[in-house]
């Protein structure tokens, strides 16, 4: 059970990670200092997407799940919504890189108005 909690724990850490990823830059906004938060989050995940990498959360997703006994993604709730969206099944090589433009293109978006804001 507590083993259970841990890869599900993960897995939304994961999906906090790559939302903050796509869109930590409008939290600049708020606070300045997040930026350098921000800026080592955007270069870690846009080098995961360029390489190929498997990002580390996810084999220690899946160590956890192994030792609650699971053998897959299936069941609860967690799964069921959150797993296809970081996991999906066709995830291929252009993919990643279609990822890696939509990452891009919306931070440089974001940084813009950041700019804006603060040159004020």
Known sequence: MIYRLLADAVLVLHLLFVIFALL???LVLWRRALLWLHLPSLAWAAAVEATGWICPLTP???RLRR???EAGYEGGFLEHYLLTLLYPEDLTRALQWQ???ILLIVNLAVYAMV???YRR
């Open 115 to 117: 700019w804006r804001h």
């Open 67 to 69: 030792m609650a006994g």
């Open 99 to 101: 990822l890696l433009g």
């Open 24 to 26: 930590g830059g409008l």
């Open 60 to 62: 220690l997703e899946n």
